[in-house]
């Protein structure tokens, strides 16, 4: 059973910044495709960003939601097990619950919806005021 543990988040003013980190003790999570998704009250749970594993020709592939592809990093140090999500240029409409979620190792590519992740970190509250 693959465990995730997420750190950061918290309370911004809209335009501010945040980081977001999923850190496993696997050791296979270098060779695991890693998503963030989010999950604002009374709404479904949506991608936001994910990573594919690391090959000899890419440090992982990466995948953003149209809308936060400018704002939003994805980025992964498999040397601490660790992947980051740096967001910028926070909107209040960014407020969610944050999960990071890791698929199968060597699932090829970066799945975007849930069912493609078996193992999901405990959640983290993210809220940008106005």
């Known amino acids: 059973q693959v465990q995730l543990v997420q750190t950061g988040g918290g309370l911004v003013q809209a335009g501010g910044s945040l980081r977001l980190s999923c850190a496993t003790s696997?050791?296979?999570?270098?060779?695991?495709?890693v998503g963030w998704f989010r999950q604002a009250p009374g709404k479904d749970r949506e991608f936001v960003a994910g990573?594919?594993?690391?090959?000899?020709?890419?440090?992982?592939?990466?995948y953003y939601r149209d809308s936060m592809k400018d704002r939003f990093t994805i980025s992964r140090d498999d040397a601490k097990n660790t992947v980051h999500l740096d967001m910028i240029s926070l909107k209040p409409e960014d407020t969610a619950v944050y999960y990071c979620a890791c698929a199968a190792p060597l699932t090829y590519g970066v799945p975007k919806t849930r069912e493609d992740y078996p193992y999901w970190g405990q959640g983290t509250q993210v809220t940008v005021s106005s």
């Open positions: 990573i594919g594993r690391r090959t000899t020709w890419s440090e992982g592939m990466t």
């Open positions: 696997e050791r296979t999570f270098s060779t695991s495709p």
